[in-house]
């Protein structure tokens, strides 16, 4: 009487056994079908770039903290912070939390610059560094000539009434590519005339008269 309702249960946790193992090789599975991340760019890339989630920008279009609220929690700011400070924390936002942001621009700048400072210039131009437009004035004046010398460039992309001149491209891609127009939408120049090799510097010279610069793949440019 009581054998055959055993083994029947035997057999149900046998089966039920059967089927979770059988499931468990699923999800390794549906993982390593999952397609790749796509391969590092060759752009210039400032240092620890992923470490900084904050992303501090231009001052807030919301109510603002006013100065005399821009107190710490323990402590208190410095001059040049508060000045940083002043206009840029919303209302019931921490401003050590703001401050930190902007240290965290100053010190991406910093690091980047060390290692070589045409990358870290060019992280400037191309928005790669948030917030440190703003931040190094007031937080990190030592960086200004990084910050003067990305005053001079421009992003990748297309720019309407370009200076003429000569420009070089903040690149280690093979792939940058630029051409300027005219008003009738007529290419000027273009290039580079041949397939850059790795590590090559690349120019554009825009010639006067282009109403129409657009390079693709270039990340930025500087005069040359």
Request: charged share 20%.
């Amino acid at each position: 009487m009581y054998r055959r309702p055993t083994a029947a249960a035997v057999l149900l946790a046998a089966a039920l056994t059967l089927t979770a193992c059988s499931s468990g090789g699923g999800p390794s599975d549906d993982s390593a079908a999952k397609p790749k991340p796509p391969a590092a760019s060759s752009v210039p890339d400032p240092a620890d770039a992923s470490a900084a989630p904050a992303q501090p920008g231009a001052k807030p279009t919301q109510p603002v903290l006013p100065d005399a609220k821009l107190t710490p929690k323990t402590g208190s700011f410095k001059p040049n912070e508060k000045q940083y400070l002043s206009g840029r924390v919303p209302e019931k936002t921490d401003p050590a939390a703001v401050l930190q942001a902007g240290q965290e621009s100053c010190q991406r700048v910093e690091r980047t610059a060390k290692r070589d400072k045409d990358a870290a210039t060019g992280a400037v131009i191309a928005g790669e560094i948030p917030g440190a437009k703003d931040a190094i004035p007031y937080l990190c004046p030592e960086q200004k000539p990084i910050l003067d010398a990305a005053a001079k460039g421009f992003p990748d992309g297309s720019r309407p009434a370009p200076a003429p001149g000569s420009y070089r491209a903040l690149t280690q891609s093979t792939a940058c590519t630029w051409e300027a127009k005219g008003k009738d939408g007529a290419v000027l120049a273009a290039g580079p005339e041949t397939t850059p090799k790795p590590g090559d510097r690349i120019t554009a010279v825009i010639p006067s008269g282009a109403t129409e610069f657009t390079s693709t793949g270039c990340y930025a440019w500087l005069p040359a």
